[in-house]
Each structure stands twice: as C-alpha cells, then as structure tokens.
C-alpha cells in the first residue's frame, strides 16, 4: 500500500520555466512533509521541509504548498534551472516514526 | 547542515562472500538510523530501522539474518550484507536522525554493490 502518491513520473521543462510536483497522503497523523532532491549515484539531499501547521513555505526558489483538507502538498521550483535537472522525492512522517518516500519525479530542465 | 558519510561508496564482490557498509553521522549524534534499498529509477525501499544498543527493527519481507545490522555507537551504524548473491546488487542508503524537533533524516551519499 503506497502511503504518499507522487506525480508525475517524469516532468520536462524549459529553463526559466516552473516546475509543479504534486503528492498525496492519506494518513491524517503524518505531521512533517519533505522534499528531497537526488542526483544520480548519490544519496538524497534535503531541499525543503514543512510541517501542517502552514500553507506555504518559500526558501529561495522552491515553494512548498501544503493544503490540509485535501492531504495534499506540492513542490514548486521557479525558475528552473538544468541544475536542477534530478529525481525528487516526497516524504510523510509522524513525528518520531518512518518516512514514506513518494515514488519519485525525474525533472528535466531543457536549456 | 548535518553530514552523514558511508563507507565504501562502491564495491564489487564475488557471489558468496560477504560485504560491510558502515554509515557514520560526522558532526551529530545518532540514536536512530536507517537502512534503505533503491533500484534504479525506482524509491527508496525501507530495510530496517537501526537504534544505537539494541537489536534493529526490519520491514517485512526483509531477511535479518541476510542484512546483518549493527548500531555500535551513536555515530555509526553497520549493515553486512552475508553470502551475497547477484540479486543482492543494489544501491543501499543510510539515513540518520538527529533526534531534533525537525525529526529530518540525513542521508549518506549511498553504496553501489556489485555481486558478480
């Protein structure tokens, strides 16, 4: 049973453009939800974390949108970049347990 | 940020011998952490959960006596993988818990294992 749904599979592009990924949960008691963004062979790197006690959170280009009622949360990636070009996974938690990874979004920013 | 480091980053092995990652939080300390699996272009598939003195805890369908994990210190946890095989061949990531509010897991940059 897949407890946070991510989509889509794959997303292309232009630089300059935005970049949406959306993700889903259903367990009400998750209560932190981050983002991670993967380079292939390496490990994944912590972008961007909020917790449901806001709507929103903004660190520099990437945008977490985190909507309660509908157990939903996006990433938004303005202005994106080739460097940015990775995997990114989506992750819930209740505190002190296990993180469910979404099945992750490869991003492709073409030049 | 915190860094979580692992050890060997790559590692090519013959079918039947067996392989130690070792994980290491650098600059924090780590009652709890974990051991994943990934397969190309796929998740993160949890193994088990590590906590520093005590035995860790392993998903379903994971075999303990397969992935042998040790959690020695606060710093620095173990996972040997016995008598691989070639479907053992993976990409395995550790994580660490700083134990803050923030609850974040840091990940290690990942082992690629070869059994041939």
Not at chain 1, 46 to 66: M, N, Q, W, Y
Not at chain 2, 65 to 75: C, E, Q, V, Y
Request: hydrophobic letters at 35%.
């Amino acid at each position: 049973q897949q407890q946070v749904k991510q989509s889509p599979q794959s997303l292309i592009v232009q630089k300059g453009g935005i970049s949406i990924i959306n993700c889903a949960y259903e367990n009400t008691a998750f209560d932190y939800f981050p983002w991670y963004q993967q380079f292939p062979g390496k490990g994944p790197a912590l972008l961007i974390a909020i917790r449901p006690d806001v709507s929103e959170k903004k660190e520099g280009r990437f945008t977490i949108s985190f909507n309660k009622s509908a157990k939903q949360f996006s990433l938004h990636i303005m202005d994106s970049q080739p460097g940015d070009s990775a995997t990114y996974f989506c992750a819930a938690s209740r505190t002190g347990n296990q993180f469910y990874f979404g099945t992750g979004t490869s991003l492709t920013v073409i030049p | 940020g915190a860094v979580v480091s692992q050890h060997p980053s790559r590692v090519i092995c013959k079918s039947g011998t067996s392989v130690k990652i070792e994980c290491r939080s650098l600059d924090f300390q780590a009652t709890t952490m974990f051991w994943y699996r990934q397969f190309p272009k796929k998740s993160l598939m949890l193994m088990a959960t590590s906590n520093e003195g005590s035995k860790a805890t392993y998903e379903q369908g994971v075999e303990k006596d397969k992935f042998l994990i040790n959690h020695a210190s606060l710093t620095l946890s173990t996972l040997t993988v016995t008598s691989a095989h070639p479907e053992d061949s993976s990409f395995y990531i550790c994580s660490a818990n700083p134990g803050t509010i923030q609850e974040t897991q840091y990940f290690g940059p990942g082992t690629r294992l070869l059994v041939l």
